[in-house]
């Protein structure tokens, strides 16, 4: 029986490719999945501190997976 990728997994994987990404890319990379699938997959894995979402206003986010330093998440140190 074959193992489907979660939404979880795809979000990792996506984010791994492409380093950085809009929200939005995610949602479209993510074929046959709702923004709302998407949406808490993210919110999971950035609460669990495994990738970073950025606010840039008007509604719009970046994706991307924490810096570390000295084996520290430091989320200060996000690309311009």
């Known amino acids: 029986m074959t193992q489907h990728p979660t939404v979880e997994d795809q979000v990792i994987d996506i984010v791994?490719?492409?380093h950085?990404?809009?929200l939005e890319e995610v949602?479209?990379?993510c074929a046959g999945l709702t923004?709302?699938?998407v949406f808490l997959?993210?919110?999971?894995?950035?609460?669990?501190?495994?990738i970073v979402l950025?606010?840039?206003?008007?509604g719009l986010f970046t994706v991307l997976f924490p810096?570390?330093?000295?084996?520290?998440?430091?989320?200060?140190?996000?690309p311009t």
């Open 16 to 18: 791994r490719r492409v």
């Open 67 to 78: 810096h570390k330093q000295e084996g520290r998440s430091d989320r200060r140190l996000l």
């Open 20 to 22: 950085v990404c809009d």
């Open 27 to 29: 949602v479209r990379q």
């Open 54 to 58: 950025v606010p840039r206003g008007c």
């Open 35 to 37: 923004w709302n699938q």
């Open 41 to 50: 997959a993210v919110d999971h894995l950035s609460r669990s501190g495994k």
